[in-house]
């Protein structure tokens, strides 16, 4: 059985910087890509990043691109989110998720992603605030 933790959320000023993180368990093939989505309040959640299982490929939603990393730990079942440069509309709960790239490759598009995850986190909450 998948499970998903995640760590690291607080309060940041605007400018500011965190670095959450995800250990995954139960991951049973190489091919688990392990994403990062966000629900700020009101809004649907939403995709922010993800790193493929099988190469490493990175991708990225548009408006944290340059400011957001993606990294495996040293145990390939951590994945962390270094995020710079926070801007308020950043602030949301932040789940990590995991999927098998058979289904749907790492990419962040508008292509649905709800049919091949296979579990969530509890989730992180950031807030960027002044």
């Known amino acids: 059985q998948l499970t998903l933790v995640e760590s690291g959320g607080g309060l940041v000023q605007p400018g500011g910087s965190l670095r959450l993180s995800c250990t995954a368990s139960g991951l049973t093939h190489d091919d688990y890509a392990i994403g990062w989505f966000r629900q700020a309040p009101g809004k649907e959640r939403e995709a922010v990043s993800c790193i493929a299982g099988t190469d490493g490929t990175t991708s990225y939603l548009g408006s944290v691109k340059d400011r957001f990393t993606i990294s495996r730990g040293a145990a390939k079942n951590t994945v962390h989110l270094q995020m710079n440069g926070l801007k308020p509309e950043d602030t949301g709960v932040y789940y990590c998720?995991?999927?098998?790239?058979?289904?749907?490759?790492?990419?962040?598009?508008?292509?649905?992603?709800?049919?091949?995850?296979?579990?969530w986190g509890s989730g992180t909450q950031v807030t960027v605030s002044s």
């Open positions: 998720t995991a999927w098998r790239e058979v289904f749907r490759l790492c990419v962040i598009n508008a292509v649905p992603f709800d049919y091949a995850l296979e579990g």
